[in-house]
Each structure stands twice: as structure tokens, then as C-alpha cells.
């Protein structure tokens, strides 16, 4: 069976390009990765499945996941607003606030970890406030949730706001010189179009969730079976020399987060091809 | 359906795009707005469409069939409206594309699924695409698009059609043919249509009249024969075709083009003798009327015309256009002196025309 790795290709460096591609991913990401997997391999697989069955476990990825999968959720929804608002309206100061989205990205995340708890916590200006309300934020999964949006939306927004900047206005103008309402044109032509760009941005502020430790430690109470999120666990479990165990849930951590990534990048690629790229 | 713009400006900012235009647009013709680019043709067509607001003026009116539709919304308008760059779905299929205008009307009047799919199948007929309704606009050629992105605007059934410089982004050889093909569907659909172009060519070509613009204003309109033939103001004669042009001054009762004039100088009896290259004859001696010695530079023989290139005692460069028949007779040879006749040809002195004696 013959088979053709290299498109014949007038550009040279195909080659090249392959080889340092390989090398770099292999140094920098898979080798640290393989020794992760090499060390939980010491606890056997029955030791293996205890450790990452256990319910404390099972609990804190149950909540890393859902809280990540929904801050990512709520950043699509608010992120492809405030990317609409930064690319479509013009006002003065709008490059302040163009800089302001970036802050999450440069805060250390202790910092933006102390920061959040101070502001909810019972005695803080808004916990004091929501606790009026009835609600309680910091010290529960809400609070956590909190903690990913903030340090998630920067994603988004600068995913989408690109695509938006780029997009013909001809387009709109064609749908509503067709008859569109202002709202089908939306629904119809502007969100189809976004749609791999959201994606994108879906998939990175879900991926840094997952592994936000910093800036959600302060809020979540850190409660076993309740708020206790998969890094703090892992952490737990080195600094009880716990070195199997603390790898055994990075790799199912490690596993999940690949299995839902791929299974986001393979709807990706649906529907880029559905916005004819 | 008949247009008429009453009393139409728009300013950007300190920029004139449109001064006060007023104009009727026949029912089923197909006019061509035509005129140098930032002569305010492309403002006018998008402001009939109401993609662009006019400016708010008390007596300024859009009627459509003596109808006031100043205030709807382009959605409401029901217009079809072609754009350069196609604007075409990326992420729909060319059925989809179609069936968009179809689709998003409100529910009462939308067509059922089969009554949107055999409109759809009439259309791709009418611009000869059958075989393309499940590909995407990326797989199709520039003009393929372009008449999709027609079949869209006519899915609507628009009462009226605006195309906006259509074949601006195809080239030479796809333009004439999709030229000739807009002529013919316009034939067959009588819609009121206003197409947009720069291309002098393209309009005498395919529209029944021409409205020729610069600097936001109307210079001319008329039928391709008269705007080519009876031009009426001296940036009509020299935007369509080629043209000679003299500068000289007018003293007493005759215009003098035999001497020449600094541009500055002169500036308030400044006059200008426009000639077509085909109303020049070649003649070995002067004759009675206005004659320009000239002696032959280049002689370009390879097209339809024979393209004879002179220069006169004063430097100038002018062309003469002759068939072969006519550049056989005459046997004009290289560096060779001879005398130019015009058969026609226009005076204007501060841009109105000028009747009397000339010399050259």
C-alpha cells in the first residue's frame, strides 16, 4: 500500500517545517505528557480506576467539567455581544475598553482569585448585597462558575471580533434588500457566518476552565464532594506524596479534555464547511 | 414601474456626493448611470434602494410609480439589488441562496416548499445554472456568481432591478458575453432597471438611455446615440470615446487653436476644439475649411481599425482612427506631411459650446 504523506508541492520546506513541527510538539507537549502517563502506570490498573473512581473524584470532575462547559457558554453569548459592540459602534474611549477585555489574560490569577472572593465573599461589597437577595456566591459552585466566566471571556471576544471586522456589510445589505427583517438577517446570515469563529473561542475559554486553578481556589470553599475542583485534588494529593494517585487524575483529566476537544474541533470542521470555507 | 427622484443631495461630511438631482427613470427601461468613479453614481442607486438616506430636504421625494417610498426601509422597498462583489452566501448553497428571499418573508405570504423550489428551478434556468443548485458560491467562477447573485435579486420579483457596477469585477472576455446576457434577460423581464458602470463602452451598449454624472451632478441624459452623438456638455463628449483636444483661446468672432497657450494664461477666454480621431480625413493638401498640418508619427495597423498617431508643428500628439479601407486609399506613410480635415468637431469656450469660426 502506498502512502503519500507529502502533496507534491512547488513551495519548498514541506520537509522541514514537518520535522520541526514534530520535534517541537514532542519536546514541549508530549514528552512531559508521557511522563505523566509513565508514572501513574505505577498503580496498576485496578489501582489505576480506584483512584480516579473514587466518589471525591468523580465529584470534582463532575463540577470542573459543568462549571467550565457553562462559564464557556455564558462567554459565547456575552462575548459575541461585546465583540458585536467593539467592532459595530462607535464611541469615545472605545480603545479603553477595547484594552480593558485583555485584563483577565494579564492578571496573575491569584491576583483575580483574591480580587473575586474580597467582592463576594458574605462580608464584600456585592456578597453583602446578593446575600440580601438570597444569593450565595463565593464558597459555592456559582462562585466558581463566576470565577471561570471571568477569566474566559477574553477568548471569545477576541476570537470573533476579527471575523466580525472582516465581514462584508454587503452581506447584510443583500439579506435585507431581500426582504430581511433585521432580526432574520441576524439569525439567518451574521451567526451562520460567526459560527466557526464562536466555536473557537467556545473551545478555548472551555479548555483554560478546565485547567483554572488560581483564580478559583479563593472562591470555591474548596469543600470536598461540593466545591473542591479537580486541580485542587491533584494538588491535595501531592502534597500528601501522593504522586501515583495525583498523576492518575491528571491523565482522566487529560483524557476527557482531548476526547471533548476533538469532539468540538470535529463539529468545527462540520460546519466550516457548511460557511463554505 | 416608473422611479422619479425629486430634488435628491447627499453630503458626507463637507463632500457633495449629490447635487440636487432630478430625474424619471421609465417604466420597464434599462438605464445606465455612468460616469467617473466619485461622480455620486453608485450614492444615487443606493439611496433609490435605500441602503443610503438622502439628505432630509422638504422638497426632496423618491416615488416609485408616483407613490412616496422616502421613508420605508430597504426590506420593505422591493428592490432587487446586485452589488460588485456578488454578496453572495458564503454558507448557503446557490439553492439557498435563491430561496433566501423567498424564505424570509412573513408567513402569510411565504410560498409553500414546493412553489419555493420550482420558483428556485425557474430561476436557475432563466440564468442557465440547472446543474450548480447544491454547489457553494466558492466553487463557482466570478461570473457564475454574478448571475446567481441576479437570480437571488429577481427571486423577490423586484419592481425593480439596480445593479451596481455588475461586471466591475470580471474580466474582459466574461463581461461582454454577461453584457449581451443582462441585455437579453432585460428583454425578456421588462423589469425597470439602473445599472451602475464606468465603462463607457458597457453603457452605450447595453442600456436604452443614459444618464451620464460627475462631481454628484447630471450632465446628460439621452439615448446611447445621443449622449455619443450629440453631447451636451464638453465632459460628455470626452468621457465617451476617445477625443482630441486642442486648447486655444477665442479672440473677437473666431476661436484660434493654431497657436499655443500656456494653460494659465488666458484663463477667462479660454476655448477648447474637441475632435474624435474618426472624424479626422487625412488629406495630402488643405482644402477650403479648418486644416492641421501634421506629420506622421506611428502607424498602428494591427486590429480592427487602423490607429494613425501625428504630430503638428506645436507638438501635439493626435490620433486619427481610419478603416483599412480608408487607410489603403490614403497610403499615409511614416514622417510624411500631411493635413488633417475634421468632418466634426466642437468648440467650447468656459464649458459651453461655441458656434462660430475656427482655426487651427
Known amino acids: 500500500m502506498s502512502f503519500r504523506f507529502k502533496e507534491s508541492s512547488v513551495l519548498p520546506g514541506f520537509g522541514l517545517s514537518l520535522g520541526y513541527t514534530l520535534l517541537y510538539l514532542g519536546l514541549i507537549v508530549l514528552l512531559p505528557l508521557s511522563a505523566l502517563v509513565f508514572k501513574s502506570s505505577e498503580l496498576g490498573f485496578s489501582g489505576f480506576f480506584k483512584t480516579i473512581l473514587d466518589p471525591r473524584v468523580l ?4 463540577l470542573t467539567f459543568g462549571a467550565s462547559l457553562i462559564a464557556a457558554a455564558v462567554n459565547v453569548v456575552f462575548g459575541t455581544i461585546v465583540a458585536w459592540f467593539l467592532v459595530r459602534i462607535r464611541f469615545p474611549g472605545k480603545r479603553l475598553i477595547d484594552a480593558i477585555v485583555d485584563l483577565p489574560f494579564a492578571l496573575p490569577t491569584a491576583v483575580s482569585g483574591i480580587t473575586l472572593a474580597m467582592l463576594y465573599s458574605p462580608n464584600g461589597k456585592l456578597g453583602i ?5 438570597g444569593i450565595k456566591v463565593a464558597f459555592t459552585q456559582l462562585g466558581i462558575t463566576i470565577a471561570l466566566i471571568f477569566i474566559g471571556l477574553p477568548f471569545v471576544i477576541r476570537t470573533v471580533q476579527p471575523a466580525l471586522e472582516e465581514m462584508d456589510r454587503e452581506l447584510e445589505e443583500a439579506a435585507s434588500s431581500l426582504g430581511a427583517s433585521r432580526t432574520q438577517t441576524l439569525t439567518k446570515v451574521i451567526l451562520p457566518l460567526l459560527l466557526p469563529p464562536i466555536i473557537t473561542g467556545f473551545t478555548l475559554a472551555f479548555a483554560r476552565a478546565v485547567g483554572e486553578y488560581g483564580s478559583v481556589i479563593f472562591i470555591a470553599g474548596n469543600m470536598p464532594m461540593k466545591t473542591e475542583i479537580t486541580s485542587l485534588l491533584i494538588i491535595t494529593k501531592l502534597e500528601q506524596y501522593d504522586y501515583a494517585g495525583a498523576t492518575a487524575i491528571a491523565v482522566a483529566m487529560l483524557l476527557v479534555s482531548l476526547a471533548m476537544i476533538l469532539l468540538i474541533n470535529l463539529f468545527q470542521s462540520w460546519s466550516g464547511k457548511h460557511s463554505g470555507r | 414601474m416608473s422611479i422619479i427622484l425629486k430634488n435628491i443631495s447627499k453630503t458626507f461630511g463637507d463632500f457633495h456626493a449629490l447635487k440636487d438631482i432630478n430625474i424619471e427613470f421609465q417604466s420597464g427601461e434599462l438605464t445606465a448611470l455612468l460616469g467617473p468613479s466619485g461622480s455620486g453614481k453608485t450614492t444615487l442607486l443606493r439611496i433609490v434602494a435605500g441602503l443610503e438616506e438622502a439628505d432630509r430636504n422638504a422638497n426632496a421625494d423618491i416615488l416609485f410609480d408616483s407613490r412616496t417610498v422616502t421613508s420605508s426601509p430597504v426590506n420593505r422597498r422591493q428592490v432587487g439589488f446586485v452589488f460588485q462583489h456578488y454578496a453572495l452566501f458564503r454558507h448557503m448553497t446557490v439553492f439557498e441562496n435563491i430561496a433566501f428571499g423567498l424564505r424570509v418573508k412573513p408567513r402569510d405570504e411565504r410560498p409553500s416548499k414546493q412553489d419555493i423550489k420550482d420558483k428556485v428551478n425557474e430561476l436557475l434556468r432563466l440564468v442557465q445554472m440547472e446543474t450548480m443548485a447544491g454547489r ?3 466553487q463557482l467562477s466570478g461570473g457564475q456568481r454574478q448571475r446567481i447573485a441576479l437570480a437571488r435579486a429577481l427571486a423577490i420579483e423586484p419592481k425593480v432591478l439596480l445593479l451596481d457596477e455588475p461586471f466591475g469585477a470580471l474580466d474582459a472576455q466574461v463581461r461582454a458575453e454577461l453584457r449581451r446576457w443582462l441585455r437579453k434577460l ?11 458602470t464606468h465603462d ?6 447595453v442600456a436604452d438611455r443614459i444618464v451620464v454624472m460627475n462631481c454628484g451632478a447630471i450632465e446628460q441624459i439621452g439615448t446611447p446615440n445621443e449622449v455619443f452623438h450629440r453631447p451636451a456638455t464638453e465632459f460628455v463628449m470626452q468621457f465617451l470615446g476617445d477625443v482630441n483636444v486642442f486648447h486655444g483661446r477665442i479672440e473677437s468672432d473666431s476661436a484660434i487653436f493654431n497657436e499655443v497657450v500656456p494653460l494659465t494664461k ?22 477650403d475649411g479648418p486644416a492641421l498640418p501634421a506629420k ?11 490607429k494613425v498617431e501625428l504630430i503638428d508643428r506645436h507638438n501635439r500628439l493626435i490620433q486619427v482612427h481610419l478603416s483599412h479601407d480608408g487607410y489603403n486609399q490614403t497610403m499615409v506613410k511614416l514622417h510624411e506631411e500631411v493635413y488633417l480635415v475634421p468632418r466634426e468637431s466642437r468648440v467650447y469656450a468656459n464649458n459651453d459650446a461655441w458656434t462660430g469660426a475656427y482655426v487651427i
Not at chain 1, 465529584?59 to 463532575?62: C, P, R
Not at chain 2, 488666458?266 to 482644402?287: F, K
Open chain 1, 59 to 62: 465529584a470534582s470532575f463532575k
Open chain 2, 200 to 205: 463607457q463602452e458597457e453603457a452605450l451598449e
Open chain 2, 186 to 196: 432585460h428583454d425578456t423581464l421588462h423589469v425597470t432597471s439602473i445599472f451602475v
Open chain 2, 296 to 306: 506622421v508619427y506611428r502607424v498602428l495597423t494591427a486590429g480592427p481599425i487602423v
Open chain 2, 136 to 138: 457553494y458560491p466558492s
Open chain 1, 129 to 133: 448585597f446578593l446575600q440580601s437577595i
Open chain 2, 266 to 287: 488666458n484663463r477667462e477666454n479660454a476655448a477648447r476644439l474637441l475632435v474624435r480621431p474618426h472624424d479626422l480625413t487625412i488629406q495630402s493638401t488643405p482644402g
